[in-house]
């Protein structure tokens, strides 16, 4: 055989080499799969996984097999933090989402909690976390529930700009809801020591007594 047709042979091996992996790997089974990626110390093989476009919808058994394993992919910390971090970005899947919503990577999970397709389950669980940046971020989603706002209203970890912020909702425009329950989460801000002073500034022109009452309460403690 000639140097010609063996460098040619070696070529063609070579371009077949990814078709056939993919090929083996659709006729895994999913618990197999699964497995494999779940325990993968590959990042490389993890990334191009985490970024390959998902199936059409239409079919649904090659989409439904896509999504649960990134899943797998989600949480494997072999996967390199830029590709959780897309992942934490840009899927819409609880089940990933709720993978990497306990990731060790800060950025990830804030990327979790910022993101708009979370389930409000979801973002209330990151509203405690212990990072004030994820909590923030969480608290700012507008996927939050009323219930996980006011409790992000009365913790004093939070920090002036996450209250000011809560601070506004009822009293602005861009930040409607339920009359009740938006004076009661401005009520918890004039109560939380952390709230900035330019805060319980205009918390004191309030519109609702309760609130007003809540800033003159705080105020006669301080004196």
Do not use: C
Request: charged fraction near 30%.
């Amino acid at each position: 055989m000639t140097e010609t047709a063996d460098a040619e042979t070696v070529a063609a091996q070579t371009d077949a080499e990814p078709a056939e992996s993919h090929e083996a790997e659709t006729h895994e089974t999913l618990t197999a799969s699964y497995e494999r990626l779940r325990h993968s110390t590959d990042p490389k093989e993890l990334g191009e996984f985490a970024r390959r476009p998902l199936p059409d919808r239409g079919d649904a058994a090659a989409f439904s097999r896509a999504t649960a394993l990134l899943e797998a992919v989600a949480g494997n910390l072999h996967t390199s933090v830029a590709d959780r971090l897309y992942l934490a970005e840009n899927m819409p899947f609880p089940n990933i989402l709720v993978k990497l919503s306990v990731d060790p990577e800060v950025s990830v999970r804030k990327a979790v909690a910022r993101n708009t397709d979370d389930k409000n389950w979801l973002v209330g669980r990151l509203t405690k976390d212990d990072v004030l940046e994820v909590r923030a971020a969480a608290l700012t989603n507008p996927r939050t529930s009323w219930k996980m706002r006011m409790e992000g209203a009365q913790d004093e970890r939070n920090d002036a700009a996450t209250l000011d912020y809560l601070s506004r909702f009822g009293a602005s425009e861009d930040q409607p809801g339920p009359a009740v329950l938006t004076a009661m989460i401005r009520r918890a801000v004039a109560l939380n020591p952390s709230a900035s002073e330019e805060t319980i500034d205009r918390l004191s022109q309030d519109s609702d007594i309760q609130v007003r009452h809540a800033v003159e309460k705080r105020r006669s403690a301080a004196e």
